[in-house]
């Protein structure tokens, strides 16, 4: 979209305006990066004790709503400009985002792992067991049946995450783009059925064991997700983006902030029920903080716009599927069996360091001329299938 004298003259007077006019969101980003070198605190096993406090496994919570959220807000903007959405533009986009950098950092896993025979006995098995599903991005399969169920050390099985959103990318765009084009009624109220019902069928279902948990966990991460897509509807209707607004953004965004904290370090010491209460009220949290950073001036808004954890927010898929591999330079660096709280410090920056560095070079390498390729070839897509017209929701 390009910026003219008088638009910069003359900015929009109403909030909601602004914020359908606003491209980009640093501050998501910088959320987006705190959420990553919380992940990255969860996995440092040898120091997993020192960290738990930090709840860093929700972490990937946290990106399932911003994933809902701007997944579904790019559709709603691109429905808007050219009277719907062009799936085979946003499947190549897609593609071309995440399946490059993912297949690269497998391929290695697989010559370290496979053809120069490194690693435990039990995590080449394990790694061999998993790459069947790890090629066609079925990732979450193998990390709920070999890690989760039977607890085996599994390289790269942070992935799941991956497979999870790999397939709501399949299918939300076809039911929220296609199925209830223009039906904004019918958009919010199927969402909250589809959130609601993930929500307590996971919740039962994890309270069970065996396979019958596993589906619980499986259905469990739908739900945030579908959560930050609710967000996106809502704001992208001026009705809906004032009342949030307000209650996001009230006080400066402190109550927001506060309430989103108190839930997420309420986690580690809840199981049971309590826990899964909290599994709901999470995302819910999770989302008003969202909603309070991309419209707020507070604090948190003023924190998350630092470049650091921009810069980190833009690197954090790299960052995610590299720390492993981190992880294991790290502690071969290091003195593992010291568990003084200074080395799970330097264990923590240097995992974190060797990560985001990593990421770097794959991004200006790989990942970004990937990203443009996908841009190129979905513009010429969407040139050759002519914008629809324009009409009024059917409701």
């Avoid at 960290?51 to 972490?59: E, I, K, N, V």
């Avoid at 929500?199 to 579908?226: D, E, N």
């Amino acid at each position: 979209m390009s910026v003219t004298i008088d638009s910069i003259a003359r900015p929009p007077a109403d909030p909601h305006d602004a914020y359908l006019r606003r491209g980009y969101f640093p501050e998501l980003d910088g959320l987006r990066g705190a959420c990553a070198l919380l992940v990255v605190t969860a996995h440092l096993y040898l120091h997993k004790e020192r960290w738990t406090w930090l709840a860093g496994d929700r972490g990937v919570t946290v990106f399932f709503v911003l994933s809902g959220f701007l997944i579904t807000t790019l559709g709603l903007r691109e429905e808007k400009a050219r009277g719907a959405v062009s799936l085979a533009g946003f499947y190549v986009r897609r593609c071309c985002r995440l399946f490059p950098l993912y297949y690269a950092i497998l391929g290695f896993y697989c010559l370290y792992l496979l053809i120069l025979n490194r690693g435990s006995f039990e995590q080449r098995s394990a790694f061999a067991e998993a790459l069947p599903w790890d090629l066609f991005y079925c990732q979450e399969i193998p990390f709920y049946k070999l890690l989760v169920l039977d607890q085996r050390d599994l390289p790269f099985f942070q992935s799941w995450s991956l497979g999870i959103e790999e397939k709501f990318y399949l299918l939300w765009p076809l039911l929220a783009f296609v199925v209830w084009q223009g039906r904004r009624l019918a958009r919010l109220r199927g969402t909250v059925v589809l959130a609601a019902t993930f929500a307590l069928v996971s919740a039962i279902l994890c309270q069970q064991q065996g396979a019958l948990k596993m589906a619980g966990r499986f259905a469990q991460s739908f739900y945030p997700i579908l959560i930050g897509c609710l967000a996106g509807f809502l704001l992208h209707e001026p009705r809906g983006y004032h009342r949030l607004r307000c209650l996001a953004c009230r006080f400066r965004g402190l109550p927001t902030l506060a309430l989103f904290c108190a839930v997420h370090f309420a986690v580690p010491w809840l199981d049971g029920w309590p826990l899964q209460v909290f599994n709901v009220l999470y995302p819910l949290t999770a989302t008003g903080l969202l909603i309070g950073l991309i419209d707020g001036e507070g604090p948190a808004s003023w924190l998350f716009r630092r470049r650091p954890l921009v810069f980190v927010g833009r690197l954090s898929y790299g960052v995610y599927l590299l720390h492993l591999l981190a992880m294991g330079i790290t502690y071969r660096l290091l003195p593992s069996h010291l568990a003084h709280p200074a080395w799970s410090i330097a264990a923590f920056a240097l995992c974190s360091g060797l990560s985001i560095g990593g990421a770097w070079v794959l991004s200006w390498s790989l990942e970004l001329p990937c990203i443009r390729l996908g841009r190129r070839w979905s513009a010429r897509l969407m040139a050759s299938t002519p914008p629809a017209i324009v009409g009024e929701p059917a409701g």
